[in-house]
């Protein structure tokens, strides 16, 4: 097994242990015990860290596309190689269980590859121009400066990797800030980049209490650029703050995916998907799959054989079992959160088929947990549970489907299953959301571009526009010297 890293900062080349405003404790959420400590950065610190993003900023963002590529590569290789070491962290720390903590790590790294290689790839354009005196229009994405990148702790590598990727890639320097409760598996992930030979103060690592260092972080003059993955309270709350001091701003944030199934679905095949596919990371994702909009005539079957699935998952510590299928939840906070969600259900406003109660245990585990028939404006159907809760609801015509579907603020991803080409195409034009899935709840690859709309956020990360979300457009108009 894996030592619990000595967690420290990382600023201008160097790494620090000591963090001038204290430390915090890091614990293991299966066991509840404390396995390692994780220093906070002081004001001072953090001004240590911007003068180093912005000193290196000026070479970095010269250097060629084919430089920053080959360093790239270096780093997802070396992540690759540590994915064995770098797992049994994630899974200490926010408790995933360790094939999906693999899982994460190498799909992580065919990110950093992609983004990588967009920087070798990805050109300007020249736009024909309308008279004989100007000779050309040219158009280039420019790196746009020091960025800060404020990551949440559900995928503790891939959405640092995500960041730092694009930010790299496109010629700019960066500050990452993770989570507090998964420092050492974001420190793992700098490592890769360092040791590929990332230079002194291209990237650095902070960590401490979010709130005061995104607010030093975005109000500093240095930060051109924030990128920030978390709830939609504190996105606003950010993206408030980026906008009183105009910085670009790319706000990931949560997401309460509906599901379609229609009559014409596969209902074997859609049914074995989304009950695996739902309690995947303890529910903990942005775009898992949650409101199960079922058709009436499938709608008792979907129920039973969900619930069947459900309520076979083994849930346990995946430090200590390696066969578990879901682990606990991140912390205390999530357990209160899933238990007000359950409580809600109460008075005939849904019914718990299976789950819904803390499972007696030291860490903080609650059970999968299946609402039939939640109420409209039940707490499930309105605020996203981001944790081990599906609810089902039937529908009569599919079109009533799509209006529940597209009721909330929220668009970040939606999926529907239909054997129907016509209907599928139809679901996949009217479902309001960044990202749709049909007849699967896959939504997510290196190649493409991932993000939400409405309350969800605005802007992507990954494909091309992953990387061009860290560079400014540039228009020059060169005319003829005289003549
Ligand atoms: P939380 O809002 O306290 O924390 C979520 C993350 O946001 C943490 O990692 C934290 O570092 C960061 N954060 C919190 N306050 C911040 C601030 N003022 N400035 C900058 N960063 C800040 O909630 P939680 O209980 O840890 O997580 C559950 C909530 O977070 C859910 O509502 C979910 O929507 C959201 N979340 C979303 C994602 C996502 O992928 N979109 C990931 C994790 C959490």
Same mark, same amino acid.
């Given at each position: 097994?894996?030592?619990?890293?000595?967690?420290?900062?990382?600023?201008?080349?160097?790494?620090?242990?000591?963090? $001038?405003?204290?430390?915090?404790?890091v614990?293991?959420?299966?066991?509840?015990?404390?396995?390692?400590?994780?220093?906070?950065?002081?004001?001072?610190?953090?001004?240590?860290?911007?003068?180093?993003?912005?000193?290196?900023?000026?070479?970095?963002?010269?250097?060629?596309?084919?430089?920053?590529?080959?360093?790239?590569?270096r780093?997802?290789?070396?992540?690759?190689?540590?994915?064995?070491?770098?797992?049994?962290?994630?899974?200490?720390?926010?408790?995933?269980?360790?094939?999906?903590?693999?899982?994460?790590?190498?799909?992580?790294?065919?990110?950093?590859?992609?983004?990588?290689? $967009?920087?070798?790839?990805?050109?300007?354009?020249?736009?024909?121009?309308?008279?004989?005196?100007?000779?050309?229009?040219?158009?280039?994405?420019?790196?746009?400066?020091?960025?800060?990148?404020?990551?949440?702790?559900?995928?503790?590598?891939?959405?640092?990797?995500?960041?730092?990727?694009?930010?790299?890639?496109?010629?700019?320097?960066?500050?990452?800030?993770?989570?507090?409760?998964?420092?050492?598996?974001?420190?793992?992930?700098?490592?890769?980049?360092?040791?590929?030979?990332?230079?002194?103060g291209?990237?650095?690592?902070?960590?401490?209490?979010?709130?005061?260092?995104?607010?030093?972080?975005?109000?500093?003059?240095?930060?051109?650029?924030?990128?920030?993955?978390?709830?939609?309270?504190?996105?606003?709350?950010?993206?408030?703050?980026?906008?009183?001091?105009?910085?670009?701003?790319?706000?990931?944030?949560?997401?309460?995916?509906?599901?379609?199934?229609?009559?014409?679905?596969?209902?074997?095949?859609?049914?074995?998907?989304?009950?695996?596919?739902?309690?995947?990371?303890?529910?903990?994702?942005?775009?898992?799959?949650?409101?199960?909009?079922?058709?009436?005539?499938?709608?008792?079957?979907?129920?039973?054989?969900?619930?069947?699935?459900?309520?076979?998952?083994?849930?346990?510590?995946p430090?200590?079992?390696?066969?578990?299928?879901?682990?606990?939840?991140?912390?205390?906070?999530?357990?209160?959160?899933?238990?007000?969600?359950?409580?809600?259900?109460?008075?005939?406003?849904? $019914?718990?088929?299976?789950?819904?109660?803390v499972?007696?245990s030291?860490?903080?585990?609650?059970?999968?947990?299946?609402?039939?028939?939640?109420?409209p404006?039940?707490?499930?159907?309105?605020?996203?549970?981001?944790?081990?809760?599906?609810?089902?609801?039937?529908?009569?015509?599919i079109?009533?489907?799509?209006?529940?579907?597209?009721?909330?603020?929220?668009?970040?991803?939606?999926?529907?299953?239909?054997?129907?080409?016509?209907?599928?195409?139809?679901?996949?034009?009217?479902?309001?959301?960044?990202?749709?899935?049909?007849n699967?709840?896959?939504?997510?690859?290196?190649?493409?571009?991932?993000?939400?709309?409405?309350?969800?956020?605005?802007?992507?990360?990954?494909?091309?526009?992953?990387?061009?979300?860290?560079?400014?457009?540039?228009?020059?108009?060169?005319?003829?010297?005289?003549?």
């Open positions: 097994m894996t030592a619990y890293p000595t967690v420290k900062l990382f600023i201008g080349g160097q790494w620090i242990e000591t963090g $001038e405003a204290g430390a915090m404790e614990v293991n959420p299966a066991t509840g015990g404390v396995i390692g400590h994780c220093p906070k950065a002081s004001p001072a610190q953090l001004d240590a860290a911007l003068k180093a993003a912005g000193d290196a900023f000026p070479a970095w963002s010269r250097t060629s596309g084919a430089e920053r590529h080959a360093i790239l590569r780093a997802a290789d070396l992540l690759r190689e540590r994915a064995p070491q770098i797992a049994s962290v994630i899974t200490a720390e926010m408790g995933k269980p360790r094939a999906q903590a693999v899982g994460e790590i190498t799909g992580s790294a065919d990110v950093i590859d992609f983004l990588g290689e $967009e920087a070798k790839r990805r050109g300007g354009r020249l736009i024909p121009t309308r008279g004989n005196q100007l000779l050309a229009q040219i158009v280039t994405h420019e790196p746009i400066g020091p960025a800060v990148l404020l990551t949440p702790w559900n995928f503790p590598i891939n959405l640092p990797a995500k960041k730092i990727a694009g930010a790299l890639a496109a010629g700019c320097t960066a500050i990452l800030k993770p989570a507090e409760n998964t420092p050492a598996s974001a420190q793992m992930l700098v490592e890769c980049f360092v040791d590929a030979g990332v230079p002194e291209v990237l650095n690592l902070v960590h401490g209490d979010p709130g005061p260092i995104a607010e030093h972080l975005i109000a500093s003059p240095v930060t051109r650029k924030v990128s920030f993955t978390g709830s939609t309270a504190v996105g606003k709350h950010l993206g408030a703050l980026a906008a009183t001091h105009m910085k670009r701003f790319t706000p990931e944030l949560g997401g309460h995916a509906p599901v379609i199934v229609s009559k014409n679905a596969d209902l074997a095949r859609a049914v074995a998907m989304c009950a695996t596919t739902k309690f995947r990371n303890a529910g903990q994702v942005c775009v898992s799959p949650t409101r199960f909009l079922v058709a009436r005539e499938i709608y008792d079957n979907f129920v039973a054989e969900f619930a069947a699935i459900a309520g076979k998952i083994k849930v346990g510590d430090g200590a079992d390696e066969s578990v299928d879901m682990g606990p939840l991140a912390h205390a906070r999530r357990i209160s959160a899933m238990e007000q969600v359950v409580a809600d259900t109460g008075g005939n406003r849904g $019914e718990v088929v299976t789950g819904g109660s499972i007696d030291t860490g903080f585990f609650f059970q999968p947990t299946v609402i039939a028939n939640p109420s404006d039940s707490r499930f159907m309105t605020e996203e549970p981001f944790g081990p809760i599906a609810g089902i609801v039937p529908f009569e015509k079109e009533d489907a799509v209006g529940i579907a597209n009721s909330l603020r929220y668009g970040l991803a939606a999926y529907a299953f239909s054997g129907d080409l016509d209907e599928a195409h139809y679901l996949g034009r009217a479902l309001k959301a960044g990202m749709v899935g049909i699967q709840l896959i939504v997510s690859s290196p190649e493409t571009p991932f993000g939400g709309i409405g309350d969800s956020g605005f802007g992507s990360e990954g494909g091309e526009e992953g990387y061009l979300a860290f560079t400014d457009t540039k228009l020059v108009m060169l005319a003829k010297a005289g003549g």
